[in-house]
């Protein structure tokens, strides 16, 4: 028995900029972003948008009354907590009318969290003897760095939702092997708690993920006595386009069989999703599959998918998806291209009070949202949302 993806979905914010007016704002070339980035526009979050009402915009497409009873656990993965405590999945809880015996998690390692996530509820669901029972896997966050940085043109925001279960029929995708390890301690990324955007050394954040993806590569065909032809396809986490392009680039010219045409050299429809909604940390991965699987025209019904996962900090997987014969019915190209198309465009200023914004204690948040649902207020410590 396998465990499957019986679902998919994306939510993103109602609002982005587009790399063009921050290079202008910020005296750069254009094209170091649009082409050395890799990157057009990014997802931004007005004030009363936050990881919950993304989480809640891509988790309420696939939670129905019938499927949410035999919700047995729910893994948030994030490096974009605002509470050290109180998991993310306890608002998702009671906004999704989950049931009272759903177990609740939240999980750091920085955007490889929704890769345990998956590889958690997969044990979960082998070992349960409710035959019943599913799991939600939810990735969500937002990405910020400080303004006028180096990294400021790889911000972005963006979740993906993810029904897991031992249904086997009119799934996605069926998760298969998971491998190809590698952790080390490293300095790349961090967001110590008392700084407000993260410690990056980008150069060096760079170095380390194709290092591990060398090692990942070579230690997962062999764990499971793989060739590279026996992949279709490689997703890589994608922080910003132009990293997918090298790591793939690296992939190609480490197996030259590769130009046999079986495997796709160019990875342009794979990180369309991530060109439009930019970085979203423990998302982006799984942003890249929907954009191969939505965007990309070949058939991968019954093809072997590698996933490259990467967390700074440093840890890294790769596992591999086989994708099921009724994917293309249940996916949702045309809904999340009008989510991605009817993004307002912010200007510079608005975008940088969206930036700026500072949560406190007893707020009523300015309303900028006008779908779904928003953050209201903070009151006495608790976050009130409004499903509109
Ligand atoms: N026209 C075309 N290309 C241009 C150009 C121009 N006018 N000017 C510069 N470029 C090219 C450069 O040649 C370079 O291309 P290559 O990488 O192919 O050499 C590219 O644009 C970027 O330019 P720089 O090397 O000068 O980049 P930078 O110092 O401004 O910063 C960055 C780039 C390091 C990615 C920075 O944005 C950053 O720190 N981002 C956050 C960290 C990050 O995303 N790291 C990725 C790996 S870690 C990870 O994956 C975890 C995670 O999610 C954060």
Redesign the pocket.
């Known amino acids: 028995m396998c465990i499957a993806i019986e679902d998919i979905a994306l939510g993103t914010s109602g609002y982005c900029i587009s790399l063009e007016t921050l290079a202008m704002h910020n005296s750069?070339?254009?094209?170091?972003y649009?082409?050395?980035?890799g990157q057009k526009n990014f997802s931004i979050t007005p004030p009363d948008e936050d990881i919950i009402t993304l989480a809640y915009k891509a988790a309420s497409q696939i939670i129905t009354k019938n499927n949410a009873k035999n919700i047995k656990f729910l893994f948030f993965a994030t490096e974009s907590s605002f509470d050290n405590s109180k998991s993310a999945g306890t608002y998702l809880h009671e906004l999704l009318q989950l049931p009272e015996d759903c177990r609740i998690i939240e999980l750091k390692q920085?955007?490889y969290g929704g890769t345990a996530a998956l590889l958690l509820a997969k044990s979960f669901l082998e070992t349960t003897g409710d035959k019943n029972a599913k799991c939600l896997v939810i990735t969500s966050d937002i990405?910020k760095?400080e303004l006028m940085?180096?990294?400021?043109?790889?911000q972005g925001a963006s979740s993906v939702a993810m029904l897991l279960s031992k249904e086997n029929d009119n799934a996605i995708a069926l998760l298969e092997h998971f491998g190809g390890t590698v952790t080390k301690n490293s300095n790349?990324?961090s967001k110590p708690n008392y700084m407000r955007y993260?410690f990056?050394?980008?150069?060096l954040?760079?170095v380390?993920?194709l290092s591990f993806l060398k090692q990942s590569i070579k230690k997962f065909l062999s764990e499971f006595n793989l060739g590279i032809e026996d992949f279709r396809a490689i997703c890589y986490?994608?922080?910003?386009p132009?990293?997918a392009y090298?790591a793939n680039d690296m992939v190609q010219k480490l197996y030259p069989e590769l130009s046999s045409g079986r495997y796709i050299s160019d990875i342009k429809e794979q990180v369309y999703y991530n060109s439009e909604i930019g970085?979203s940390?423990t998302a982006?991965l799984y942003l890249s599959l929907l954009s191969l699987l939505e965007q990309d025209c070949n058939d991968f019904t019954n093809k072997r998918i590698g996933m490259f996962s990467?967390?700074?900090g440093s840890t890294c997987e790769l596992f591999t998806l086989i994708i099921s014969e009724s994917y293309k019915q249940k996916l949702r190209k045309e809904f999340n291209l009008k989510l991605i198309q009817n993004r307002k465009f912010a200007e510079y200023e608005e975008y940088k009070f969206f930036h700026d914004f500072t949560y406190t204690n007893d707020t009523e948040i300015p309303v900028s949202s006008d779908s779904v649902i928003r953050l209201k207020s903070i009151k006495n410590h608790v976050r009130n949302y409004e499903l509109l």
Do not use: Q, W
């Not at 940085?149 to 790889?154: D, G, Q, V």
């Open positions: 750069i070339d254009r094209n170091k649009l082409v050395g980035i920085a955007c990405a760095y940085s180096n990294a400021e043109p790889t790349d990324f993260p990056v050394n980008g150069k954040s760079i380390i993920y986490h994608t922080p910003f132009k990293m090298k970085n940390y982006s990467y967390g700074s």
